[in-house]
């Protein structure tokens, strides 16, 4: 199983990650006790962190014209790519929330009485992914959408 740690981006030769600088930074941390921190980085690795960090949001995250600086946004990494949950959600409603025991109810009645996996969707708010994820995690299907007694 791959760690966290292991998918990280590290700055410079060091054991620093770029999410942990990050997060001095938004904590308010000055760049002077960073650095008295973490001896073995430089002001530029704190300047490309945050360098990176910004071509990581601009290639990948997507925003529109409603999106204002000063405003949280979601963001859930899908696909290995950073997406606004909000515009996920336009479409998806229960997207990347909790399933609930109503929901998981209503997908395995679904399912047994042979709905499709896109109409079980729709009718969710959830992505067709989703719906085969939690019928793989009930035991009603066995990976790639196969049904359990198959």
């Keep these: 199983m791959v760690t966290d740690k292991e998918k990280s981006i590290f700055l410079g030769d060091s054991k620093v990650t770029l999410i942990e600088i990050l997060d001095l930074i938004s904590r308010g941390y000055p760049y002077e006790s960073i650095l008295r921190a973490y001896p073995d980085l430089t002001y530029g ?35 290995r790519r950073l997406v606004n949950l909000e515009k996920i959600q336009e479409q998806y409603p229960r997207a990347y929330e909790p399933w609930t025991e109503n929901e998981q109810q209503q997908l395995t009645s679904m399912y047994q009485a042979g709905e499709s996996k896109t109409t079980i969707a729709n009718s969710l708010g959830r992505r067709v992914g989703a719906v085969d994820a939690r019928l793989e995690r009930l035991g009603l299907v066995q990976g790639k959408g196969l049904a359990a007694n198959e």
């Design 45 to 79: 690795d704190i300047m490309a962190a945050a360098g990176m960090a910004a071509k990581l949001i601009s290639e990948h995250l997507v925003v529109d014209d409603r999106v204002r600086v000063g405003v949280q946004v979601r963001l859930v990494v899908a696909n």
